[in-house]
């Protein structure tokens, strides 16, 4: 069983199997957050932007962030952590915003 799980996803060791666990559910969080994006703009029947989106990117943006870290991926980790920083930032602006309102 375990070599026929290793094989599919091109792992060696059960550290590379969590790892590349970890990274699906980065992937998934990432996913979350277009369909919450799609759901919003669908029932407001304009494109919508819910806080949720934001907070499922930094979810999925930190979770893919260690990832590439632990692969070592420096494309990876450019883009995760370039992706991090303008979630974050969406987020700041949106409760500055709130807050000044």
Not at 2 to 30: K, P, S
Not at 71 to 88: A, E, H, K
């Amino acid at each position: 069983m375990a070599e026929w799980l290793f094989g599919m996803l091109h792992v060696d060791t059960w550290v590379e199997f969590w790892w590349v666990l970890i990274g699906l559910g980065g992937q998934l969080l990432f996913t979350g957050r277009f369909l919450v994006q799609w759901i919003a703009s669908e029932r407001a029947r304009r494109s919508v932007v819910p806080l949720a989106f934001w907070w499922f990117s930094i979810g999925g943006g930190a979770v893919l962030l260690a990832y590439a870290l632990y692969r070592q991926d420096p494309v990876f980790v450019l883009g995760q952590s370039m992706g991090l920083f303008i979630y974050l930032r969406n987020l700041y602006l949106i409760y500055a915003e709130k807050r000044d309102a």
